[in-house]
């Protein structure tokens, strides 16, 4: 199974840029955690990855078990969003950066 559902080339190439993005994220950071949201009326699936400074990143998945098929890829633990929260670094990093960029 792979990290998104088949589709057409566009959308192939989008999350083939999406799981770089996400691979690069857990590359470059130290102390990066997963946490896996889920489905809404709203979105898809989706995963946050938390670096150890709070920074954090948000991308599409196919489904749950894609998102725990990448954290283990990526040898990073991974957390159910909606049981665990978000951790505080998160909440604060968002706070600091807010309006930046």
Do not use: C
Request: glycine share 12%; hydrophobic share 35%; no cysteine.
């Amino acid at each position: 199974m792979g990290l998104f559902r088949r589709g057409s080339r566009a959308r192939r190439s989008e999350a083939g840029a999406a799981v770089e993005h996400l691979k690069e994220f857990a590359r470059s950071r130290r102390g990066v955690e997963a946490y896996l949201e889920p489905t809404t009326t709203v979105s898809g699936t989706t995963i946050v990855l938390v670096a150890d400074t709070g920074e954090w990143t948000r991308r599409p998945i196919a489904d749950p078990d894609a998102g725990r098929a990448l954290a283990r890829k990526l040898g990073i633990p991974l957390y159910e969003a909606g049981i665990v929260g978000y951790p505080q670094r998160m909440r604060e990093w968002t706070q600091k950066n807010r309006g930046t960029g």
